[in-house]
């Protein structure tokens, strides 16, 4: 729950404008890049991973080169717009001027790679959409990568050209027949992979107000994200995450399909999608989180999976059969899944899973380098750090986790405070200064000095230059069963106010 919070309120349906598309807003927004820095705590895990792995030794141009030699594992053009997409959201954090001369120049090497059907893909033209190589997993990073580059980097409209050519050329591929359907393509028994390609196309829709991405993102929706299977109908109807998607319920793709269908219940309104959404959000925190703030198993349910599958794994997290468990990029999907949540509806139980997951399975699953992740997270036992998918570069092996593990830090920022119509939301209570705007627009200053999660003691100075009504919004964590708030306002020297 949050102190002071105002009651839950989501805008109601017009049935009027039904047949417009009626835009949903936020009711928690992130403050603008560089507003806020972490002292101590999470800051020493971010700039560990970004002085590490985005600065340190991601292997940029051997990723490029997928896009002109091609691959020869399935999905490995995945790992460009990972390493791409943390990088600038980390950027978002720091404005780390060597960090952005590294983005701007592997983007750049990325732009080389366009091919004449504008694409930028592992696959030669000839063999588009290459079925079972995760050719539309692969565009979906690239668009992920170039799209958080583009809005958190650097506006450069060439980036924006290649996102658009990227989609255009996979409208004109995917769709009703006589296109390729995107439900039949991709390497899983159920190609739920491919729909997870709706986020990007969402997020163009969004730079771009171009029609037919939205039209492109109805299309993936109507077709329910798995063959076979429609996941925002089984989530509606309240299945549980396990027996969603027939035999192949991989918690991974699976909520990074519904952060897209949550950014198309944004552009649309469309409440079922949204009521479907939070049902399986509801479903995901009762029955798969961890102690650690993760999920996914292999035992009793699904061991075909790879550890990887919604298993009923919070009550299986102890059962000793259990091999492989808890995939870091699940974890991370939660996180930013959560923080979905929490933006359009405020709920702060999301924040606290976000709570729970960044300071137990996130942070410890990094190595103490800093320059990567374990892939799966044994509750009992050593650490698999690098057994599962992934490719070889040079001497480096990187998997998918080592990808998304940094994008989990990178959200912790972003999420950490934020900010609404009727003031600011502390979420996270990391030590940190931000320096925000009141509701009215006037600069707020907001300092949180505290050693938490060490003890809970934290003390917030709220400095502004003149007095103003506002709401503050501070989370009460759902473990901490006694909360005080104590406050003392004092006028300084130059006549500002603390507060
Ligand atoms: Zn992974």
């Known amino acids: 729950m949050y102190a002071a919070a105002d009651p839950h309120y989501i805008e109601p349906l017009n049935p009027s404008k039904l047949a417009l598309l009626l835009e949903i807003k936020d009711e928690f927004m992130p403050l603008p890049a560089g507003a806020l820095h972490f002292e101590g705590g999470f800051e020493n895990d971010i700039q560990n991973s970004i002085a590490h792995w985005n600065k340190g030794v991601v292997p940029y141009a051997d990723f490029v080169q997928l896009f002109r030699t091609g691959r020869k594992t399935f999905a490995l053009g995945e790992m460009w717009g990972k390493a791409v997409r943390s990088g600038a959201m980390f950027y978002r954090y720091t404005h780390d001027p060597e960090l952005k001369e590294i983005l701007k120049k592997t983007v750049a090497d990325l732009l080389t790679t366009k091919r004449v059907n504008g694409s930028i893909s592992c696959a ?164 798969e989180i961890t102690l650690i703030g993760n999920g996914g198993a292999d035992q009793p349910y699904r061991p075909a999976v790879a550890g990887e599958a919604w298993d009923h794994t919070a009550v299986e997290q102890t059962n000793p059969k259990i091999n492989r468990i808890i995939e870091t990029c699940t974890g991370v999907t939660w996180l930013k899944l959560c923080s979905q949540i929490a933006r359009l509806n405020s709920d702060p139980a999301a924040i606290d899973k976000i709570e729970k997951y960044a300071y137990n399975g996130l942070v410890g699953a990094m190595k103490p380098e800093g320059d990567g992740f374990s892939y799966v997270n044994r509750l009992n036992g050593v650490k698999i750090d690098s057994s599962g998918w992934g490719g070889q570069f040079n001497k480096l092996h990187v998997t998918c986790c080592n990808l998304n593990g940094p994008m989990g830090l990178a959200y912790l920022p972003f999420v950490a405070v934020m900010t609404s119509k009727t003031g600011p939301v502390i979420n996270l209570y990391n030590a940190a200064n931000v320096a925000t705007t009141t509701p009215s627009g006037h600069p707020l200053q907001l300092a949180l000095k505290t050693d938490y999660p060490l003890t809970g003691a934290v003390k917030i100075t709220v400095s502004l230059k003149k007095s103003e009504l506002f709401v503050i919004r501070l989370r009460i964590p759902e473990w901490s069963a006694a909360n005080s708030l104590r406050h003392r306002a004092e006028r300084s020297a130059t006549g500002g106010l603390k507060a």
């Open 124 to 287: 030669d033209i000839s063999r588009q959409p290459d079925l079972r190589g995760g050719d539309l997993w692969e565009r979906k990073y690239v668009l992920l990568g170039l799209d958080e580059y583009y809005e958190q980097v650097e506006q450069d409209p060439l980036v924006l050209q290649a996102m658009m050519d990227e989609a255009d050329c996979t409208i004109q591929q995917i769709g009703p027949s006589p296109k390729i359907s995107i439900l039949d393509q991709g390497w899983s028994p159920t190609h739920i992979e491919n729909s997870t390609i709706l986020e990007p196309i969402l997020r163009l829709y969004k730079l771009t107000g171009q029609r037919r991405y939205l039209d492109f993102a109805k299309y993936i929706v109507d077709q329910g994200g798995a063959k076979g299977y429609n996941l925002v109908d089984e989530a509606y109807r309240n299945t549980d995450p396990e027996k969603m998607g027939g035999p192949y319920p991989k918690a991974y793709e699976m909520m990074s399909f519904f952060e897209g269908v949550l950014e198309y219940y944004r552009a649309t309104g469309d409440q079922l999608l949204y009521n479907a959404s939070l049902n399986l959000y509801h479903k995901i925190r009762g029955q």
